[in-house]
């Protein structure tokens, strides 16, 4: 069984900073891309930023430059730092990722979710 849990999200003034983490834990062969979404109030699940397992980094354009997406292949981690943050970045963020139980098939996982509050 294949679970990510997230980690460090909060409450935060504009400007602030937060680090979200995640780590994916069970029987794991290997991790393919890894990545954060974000769902804020009456609105669609949107991609933040994604990493594949060569480092390749994907962001959304209202966050680029004020997030980082980093990954720790060792540990199957995956984290978001993020900075500057602005009231809109307010939502519940979604770990992600691409895991392969076994060698012959590669499933979709998401985490709970963590809620990040960004007060003006």
């Known amino acids: 069984q294949v679970q990510l849990v997230e980690s460090g999200g909060g409450l935060v003034q504009a400007g602030g900073s937060l680090r979200l983490s995640c780590a994916a834990s069970g029987s794991i062969f290997s991790v393919d891309a890894m990545g954060w979404y974000r769902q804020a109030p009456g609105k669609q699940r949107e991609l933040v930023a994604r990493i594949t397992s060569a480092d390749s980094t994907t962001y959304a354009d209202s966050v680029k430059g004020r997030f980082t997406i980093s990954r720790d292949n060792a540990k199957n981690t995956v984290s978001l730092e993020m900075k500057s943050l602005k009231p809109e970045d307010t939502a519940v963020y979604y770990c992600?990722?691409?895991?392969?139980?076994?060698?012959?098939?590669?499933?979709?996982?998401w985490g709970q979710g963590t809620q990040v509050t960004v007060s003006s």
């Open positions: 992600n990722a691409d895991i392969w139980p076994t060698m012959w098939r590669t499933y979709n996982y």
